[in-house]
């Protein structure tokens, strides 16, 4: 999931700034993203449901002819997901579950999106609303995230770095609570671990929250708050990469300026890249490699300049650490262990 702020790359180098009305959002804009907001609920509350609910089985589709090999697949995925909607008509636990999950999934990325928004809006920059994806049933979270897009440029190098940060320092300290009820609610894992089992490492607010509270850890089965802040951590850790324009980008762009910011992308890059190979290795996971190519994607977009280049001052300096200190928290080197 990415849900970095997006600019665009041309603009003349001034241009007035419309007016607060002229940049309210449209009755069919509200209309649009409202609809994709709901559409990403109800995959993320699907998501949340799979997340608890028992394993079934599911009898496989009868293949017979050409048409039904190349149905198979679509056929079997529906029955899958069909079964789940079932099982969550039949236990209301399950839907209770699901809809926990998706409500605290939705507020973390809300909180992230919104702080984008908002900062945009104060520094007269035209912005859409935040566009949330829904991904299909059984697929990742249930979303492959949100973003906001900008409309106009940014007018200077300050309005950059608090544009950029707004969106997952607002979003981490929306998870926050989230993720204490989560390693709160932690139980024990009802079955052994085996070979096929996936273990999702604790970030380092998660290690913190257990050493303060007493909560265990280890071999516990994941519930919906947690999941929900574990998400939510790895998709702040990987928009605070100093990366393009990703949030990090934005960021180290505005301290740094444009040659640093190039330099220490291509470095980040390196150490994620190396981080996959050890992670596919040690813990038997490739899902580093899809970080690694999003990074390369994001190496190769421009980072377009503000319009003002004065520093960022001293203050801002300030909250480059504590975006760090949240950068630290929420990164988990090898996030998911196969074994």
Known sequence: MSEHVQPVTSFPARQLIRSTSEADPSTREWIKHVSLFLLTFLSTTIAGIVIVAPETDVPEPTVSGFLGYLLYVPEYYRRIV???????AADPTLLTSGITFSVALLTILTAHEMGHYLACRYYGVRATLPFFIPAPPLFLAGT???????????PSRRALFDIGLAGPLAGFVALIPIAIAGVLKLQPAHTPLTAETIVFNDPLLFQIIAKITGANLVDASPNPFYMAAWIGLLVTSLNLMPVGQLDGGHGTFAVFGQRAHRVIGRLAFIAVAVMSVLGFFWHGSPSGFLYTVLLGIMLRVRHPAPEKLEPPGRGRMGVAVI??????????PFPITLR
């Open 82 to 88: 069909a079964a789940l909607l079932w099982q969550a």
């Open 323 to 332: 975006t760090l200190l949240a950068f630290a928290l929420s990164f988990v």
């Open 144 to 154: 492959f995230g949100a973003f906001i897009r900008m409309k106009s440029p940014i």
